[in-house]
């Protein structure tokens, strides 16, 4: 396949991931559901990587434990967004986080232009304070970008201190560790479910097994920067796959809200020194 069409793949599935999460939420609730998707995650990428644990200098915990922290507090806060606000509509607040790195790391007159457009995205998908969205919501979904931005730059020091996944690997096994309270708490006895589980590891399969093995691949020939406007679309794939699963329909401001998003996302890209990469 076209490396291109690789990412696009990817984005595909991570946002059919989120939208079967969300179908969980009536079990397990966003906890158990997030728990469940990092549990497999760290399962797959373990069994791949198969990390040395023993010999890491303190630098290499505080980092992997650093790691691991915007890990689990980016997926808990953004499936709790989930649960209170559109598929979509989250995954565009939260783009702010990589729209904000990128922007930072790009030093040009233009990025100005790609600060206006995602401003107004965002006030119109607020639709200036009178919107019936969510507060809660959109600031779990904030929170989540925020927690994005930080996995982005921490991702950059992994990938500098250890060799191929092991630093992402141990990080998600320390995330799934750290969720495993709130997982538990929030899913129960449905944890135990047969077929809860089968749907759980579907969605940590679509959200990370299938999307890290095709981006890593597309990175071995795309520039980042090419890259980084694909993984701009997310916004858009995310609004689309919560239309086409979860049913979920969005106003044409909310649509041009998105748009608005997703060309400044790309644009800011275009110059970006960090990839845009999500978890």
């Not at 984005?11 to 728990?35: C, H, M, N, R, Y």
């Not at 135990?192 to 579907?202: D, K």
């Not at 890259?227 to 689309?240: D, K, N, Q, R, Y």
């Amino acid at each position: 396949m076209p490396a291109p069409a690789l990412v696009l793949v990817a984005i595909a599935s991570v946002q059919l991931g989120g939208a079967l999460a969300k179908t969980l939420f009536d079990e397990i609730g966003p906890g158990g559901t997030v728990w469940l998707r990092i549990l497999t995650a760290a399962v797959v990428l373990a069994a791949v990587w198969r990390p040395r644990s023993r010999g890491l200098a303190r630098d290499e915990i505080l980092l992997v434990a650093a790691f691991a922290v915007s890990l689990a507090g980016m997926n808990l806060a953004f499936y709790a967004s989930l649960d209170r606000i559109p598929l979509g509509v989250a995954v565009t607040y939260e783009f702010v986080g990589p729209l904000g790195v990128a922007l930072f790391g790009s030093r040009r007159a233009l990025d100005l232009l790609w600060v206006a457009l995602a401003a107004g995205g965002i006030l119109l998908l607020s639709d200036f304070g009178a919107t019936d969205l969510d507060g809660t919501g959109v600031a779990l979904a904030l929170l989540a970008g925020a927690f994005w931005a930080a996995y982005i730059l921490l991702s950059v020091r992994v990938g500098q201190r250890f060799e191929g996944g092991d630093g992402l690997a141990l990080a998600m096994v320390a995330a799934a560790v750290m969720l495993t309270p709130v997982g538990i708490a929030d899913g129960a006895g449905d944890l135990l479910s047969v077929e809860v589980l089968a749907l759980a590891a579907a969605v940590g399969v679509l959200s990370s097994a299938i999307p890290y093995s095709l981006e890593l691949e597309a990175l071995r020939r795309l520039p980042s920067g090419v890259f980084g406007v694909l993984m701009s679309l997310e916004p858009a794939m995310a609004a689309l796959a919560g239309f086409i699963v979860l049913g979920e329909d969005l106003a044409a401001r909310e649509l041009a809200a998105i748009a608005l998003v997703v060309t400044a996302s790309a644009g800011a890209a275009m110059g970006a020194r960090v990839t845009l990469r999500d978890a």
